[in-house]
């Protein structure tokens, strides 16, 4: 078998050129798009006493080495939200960042460890306003690259098309026939009624003593197999309206404390944004977290701490909402490219046979 060629050798970085040109091209509108409505481009330390708190982030570790001769643990950032909000309750009002996010356990034609992450916040605005932001984020990224159509693999999307609007309970009805809200009570879910509801429609389950899906698992799956790849597809939908339990950085939604305001983007059946009406209450969100690393725990053995420094800030944030979308992600369907790794200047390398770690 061939080996293929490294991405930087002349003839392959001569065909990548013209996307990273395009993610160039979108990038500077991106900025001017913020720019023009008075926002602030920031930018976060990478390095954080926590990584995120949500139990399947996983995060790269490292170690900080004091002139005393101290040593700390530090992580890698998945997200630069917990910076973002502490500038918010420092007295900014409209924020955004191109950041560079790393997380462990990621590879694929869409996850890379190492991405850019376009994350913005608004003060004093519901996070409607947010889907209105990438509606136009959609366009001007259409744009720039002179495309009418957004495609990945056999699926494509118009960019310019009015956004669908589905809540979380709705998609799940019509894609996957599953009533979910009636598997929920009381903000948690009822882990057995949603089993039976996925083996009903042949979603497997495991069941194994030790290793049992949790109600949280059998969402993802049923989400990822089922209605994941029916989104986005013609025209860019907004998923909404998420289960309190599967928005642990969201508020719940007023006047149904079921769902929270937490929304997703998709186009042509990939996940672009994950948005959220702001938690900012501090004992909410440092129960949540709690729940969140002992479900990591549980899975995977480990758990990260809760920046307690993020949890006092909260009572001084002001009303918000906050978006992160996948900048590679844009690109990659505004260009046409088959990989997240196609859109990057310098790709992560890929470990050759026999270049693992040893025990």
Request: hydrophobic residues 40%; proline residues 6%.
């Amino acid at each position: 078998m061939t080996t293929p060629s490294p991405w930087w050798h002349p003839h392959v970085h001569a065909d990548r050129r013209p996307f990273l040109a395009a993610r160039g091209r979108i990038r500077t509108r991106l900025r001017r798009f913020f720019e023009d409505q008075d926002f602030v481009e920031v930018e976060s330390a990478a390095l954080q006493i926590s990584p995120g708190n949500e139990a399947h982030l996983n995060a790269f570790a490292t170690e900080l080495h004091g002139l005393d001769g101290s040593r700390t643990r530090l992580y890698l950032h998945t997200s630069p939200e917990f910076s973002c909000k502490k500038l918010l309750a420092a007295g900014e009002r409209r924020i955004f960042e191109f950041a560079r996010v790393f997380r462990n356990r990621e590879r694929g034609a869409l996850h890379s460890p190492e991405f850019t992450l376009l994350e913005w916040y608004r003060t004093g605005e519901p996070y409607e306003a947010l889907m209105a932001d990438c509606a136009r984020i959609l366009a001007l990224a259409a744009e720039e690259t002179g495309t009418r159509s957004f495609s990945f693999r056999d699926r494509a999307c118009d960019p310019f098309a009015e956004h669908e609007r589905l809540t979380v309970a709705e998609a799940f009805a019509t894609h996957a026939g599953v009533d979910l809200l009636a598997t929920v009570s009381g903000g948690e879910g009822d882990r057995d009624a949603l089993a039976a509801a996925a083996e009903a429609i042949g979603v497997r389950i495991e069941e194994e003593e030790g290793q049992e899906d949790t109600w949280s698992d059998i969402f993802s799956r049923i989400l990822v197999e089922r209605v994941e790849p029916r989104l986005g597809l013609g025209r860019p939908t907004i998923l909404c309206e998420y289960p309190v339990c599967e928005a642990a950085l969201a508020r719940p939604k007023p006047g149904d404390p079921q769902v929270a305001e937490r929304f997703e983007l998709y186009a042509c059946g990939v996940e672009l944004a994950n948005g959220f009406g702001e938690l900012t209450d501090p004992h909410e969100q440092h129960r949540r977290f709690e729940i969140e690393m002992a479900e990591k725990e549980r899975v995977y053995g480990e758990r990260y701490p809760i920046d307690e420094d993020f949890i006092a800030a909260l009572a001084h944030m002001p009303e918000a909402s906050g978006i992160a979308l996948g900048f590679d992600r844009l690109v990659m369907l505004a260009t046409g490219a088959g990989r997240v790794d196609q859109v990057m200047w310098t790709p992560v390398a890929e470990p050759q046979p026999g270049e693992g770690v040893q025990d």
